[in-house]
């Protein structure tokens, strides 16, 4: 007999465990034992369950303290209760704990979708269970170094070098599990946080640079996305906010001297040149956000600690480096040929053949030569994603879900 039929035989059962729809997956309503799970299995859900703080989430998350007290009184839902906690915890684990409707906007969009219910069902069928379990936490090195790192935290003595660490460590922890699972091999990964850019050929580095991102007040969101065009002397069009609060007050005679005119439709616009805005460079990749990768003729920024002075675009301190790069794959663009299109003034738009994946990170913790760096929180992120995830994590057994029939 399945699970689908072993919920059908008890669709009255209510399951106290803040999840979303458990379906059709959870035990029968007698006895300890999961029918078609052996007894070692049932044990080292509960150890995974217990272990759940090694990973960054909250002591007694996932109602595993329910459980427990459910084994001393020897109470016949068990199973259901068991099931119905690595259901949540799986889910967890993708990065589908905190609700979308408490995250702030740039934060960037939810993980992607995970149907931990059918993929458990499928492992139960196939006797997996274990392996199942095993392979719910993010496999990328990332992950991994940073969860190593905070599990050896742990197990120091208390102090607030460690109280800061551990909490840096969970946030980080939490942001990882937000993002895909098939990690492109090569990618750009700017990490907002640290104010840096790494580009990666097959995982290995070929080109680190500087940033500055979006001040406090215009946060640079983390997303993810392929860089499809890169634009030589790009035109800069203002947002309507900009304009009206820091460039049209400044009179025309500062905007004819900066390159800015004014279009049909009525918005600013700065025409491409070396002291343009958006510098010689800029580097388009779909997102809701409308933000994007670009040059700057103000280079005095990178020499300075706190580089978050952009209004949400990432500027680079080396972008023309970048599109060297990026465009050595495109026939018959070469470095000579840039520098010429450059020289000529006119916006070029240039539609890269192979888009090259790129991800905007807000990391306050990196492992670096063996050891664990931290980055300022700049944008005073990482409180409030702590106190989603432990409320998310540890809510109380107030909320029930009724079982129906397939």
Same mark, same amino acid.
């Given at each position: 007999m399945t699970l689908r039929n072993l919920a059908a035989a008890c669709s009255a059962l209510l399951? %106290?465990?803040?999840?979303?729809?458990?379906?059709?997956?959870?035990?029968?309503?007698?006895?300890?034992?999961?029918?078609?799970?052996?007894? +070692?299995?049932?044990?080292?859900?509960?150890?995974?369950?217990?272990?759940? %703080? #090694? #990973? $960054?989430?909250? #002591?007694? &998350?996932?109602g595993v303290g329910a459980i427990h007290a459910a084994i001393d009184r020897n109470d016949p839902q068990v199973g259901a209760l068991l099931l119905a906690a690595v259901i949540a915890y799986a889910r967890a684990e993708h990065g589908l704990l905190i609700p979308s409707r408490s995250r702030p906007a740039?934060? $960037?969009?939810?993980?992607?979708?995970?149907?931990? +219910?059918?993929?458990?069902?499928?492992?139960?069928h196939a006797r997996q269970f274990r392996q199942w379990l095993d392979a719910q936490p993010p496999p990328n090195a990332l992950y991994q170094t940073l969860q190593k790192a905070y599990a050896a935290t742990l197990a120091q003595p208390p102090d607030p070098h460690a109280a800061t660490l551990t909490n840096t460590?969970?946030? /980080?922890?939490?942001?990882? *599990?937000?993002?895909?699972?098939?990690?492109? %091999?090569? *990618?750009?990964?700017? /990490?907002? &946080?640290?104010?840096?850019?790494?580009?990666l050929v097959d995982e290995q580095p070929q080109l680190m640079m500087r940033v500055a991102p979006g001040k406090p007040g215009d946060e640079t969101p983390v997303l993810a996305s392929r860089i499809e065009r890169i634009v030589l002397n790009p035109p800069w069009n203002v947002p309507t906010g900009i304009a009206e609060k820091e460039l049209l007050p400044k009179g025309q005679d500062y905007l004819a001297a900066h390159g800015f005119k004014t279009?049909?439709? $009525?918005?600013?616009? #700065?025409?491409?040149?070396? /002291?343009s805005a958006l510098g010689l460079v800029k580097f388009d990749f779909p997102n809701r956000y409308e933000v994007y990768l670009h040059d700057t003729p103000s280079k005095a920024a990178f020499d300075r600690? $706190? *580089?978050?002075?952009?209004?949400?675009?990432?500027?680079?301190?080396?972008?023309?480096?970048?599109? /060297?790069?990026?465009?050595a794959n495109e026939p018959g663009w070469s470095a000579e040929r840039i520098q010429d299109a450059i020289a000529g003034g006119q916006t070029t738009t240039i539609t890269l053949s192979r888009p090259v994946a790129v991800r905007l990170l807000y990391l306050t913790a990196t492992p670096q030569d063996g050891r664990i760096i931290l980055a300022p929180d700049v944008y005073g992120w990482d409180t409030p994603l702590l106190k989603r995830l432990d409320k998310a994590a540890l809510a109380p057994p107030g909320r029930t879900f009724s079982l129906r029939s397939p």
């Open positions: 399951i %106290p465990i803040l999840i979303s729809p458990i379906m059709a997956l959870l035990a029968a309503c007698g006895g300890v034992a999961v029918e078609g799970l052996p007894n +070692a299995d049932v044990r080292y859900g509960l150890e995974v369950l217990d272990r759940a %703080p #090694q #990973q $960054g989430f909250p #002591q007694g &998350a996932f740039a934060w $960037g969009e939810t993980a992607p979708l995970y149907d931990a +219910a059918a993929d458990l069902d499928a492992a139960l460590l969970r946030a /980080n922890l939490e942001r990882l *599990r937000w993002l895909p699972r098939d990690e492109p %091999p090569t *990618r750009i990964d700017v /990490n907002i &946080a640290a104010m840096s850019l790494i580009y279009k049909d439709d $009525g918005r600013l616009v #700065q025409e491409p040149g070396p /002291n600690p $706190g *580089r978050a002075v952009s209004h949400g675009c990432v500027r680079l301190e080396h972008a023309l480096d970048l599109a /060297n790069i990026l465009l």
